[in-house]
Nanobody, 121 residues
Framework: QVQLVESGGGFVQAGGSLRLSCAASGSIFSINAMGWYRQASGKQLELVARFTGGANTNYADSVKGRFTISSDAASNTWYLQMNDLKPEDTAVYSC???????????????WGQGTQVTVSS
């Protein structure tokens, strides 16, 4: 009913940049929240960046000043611009959204499939 499709991951050298995209499609009535999470090998899932209401954003301390979350409401797409990448940013990045579908009154959490970001030193 709702699909989140990510793109933009890959391999980059330290100091480089990547831009991730997440496009939501399906039976969408509204998207109430959206964000990016990551999970490095052997570590727990952690929040990277998210919209917390309106245009307000929240970032992990480790990415502040380097990553920027943005969105295009018209296309139900949001982005994660990642600059000055470091080897410790290597992880699988997943987008997440709280979506109210056309057949529900509540919002449910949906996840993308994940995209690998690898940063070499």
């Amino acid at each position: 009913q709702v699909q989140l499709v990510e793109s933009g991951g890959g391999f980059v050298q330290a100091g480089g940049s990547l831009r991730l995209s997440c496009a939501a499609s399906g039976s969408i009535f509204s998207i109430n929240a959206m964000g990016w999470y990551r999970q490095a090998s052997g570590k727990q899932l952690e929040l990277v960046a998210r919209f917390t209401g309106g245009a307000n954003t929240n970032y992990a301390d480790s990415v502040k000043g380097r990553f920027t979350i943005s969105s295009d409401a018209a296309s139900n797409t949001w982005y994660l611009q990642m600059n000055d990448l470091k080897p410790e940013d290597t992880a699988v990045y997943s987008c997440n959204a709280a979506v109210r579908t056309t057949t529900s009154r509540a919002a449910y959490s949906f996840w993308g499939q994940g995209t690998q970001v690898t940063v070499s030193s």
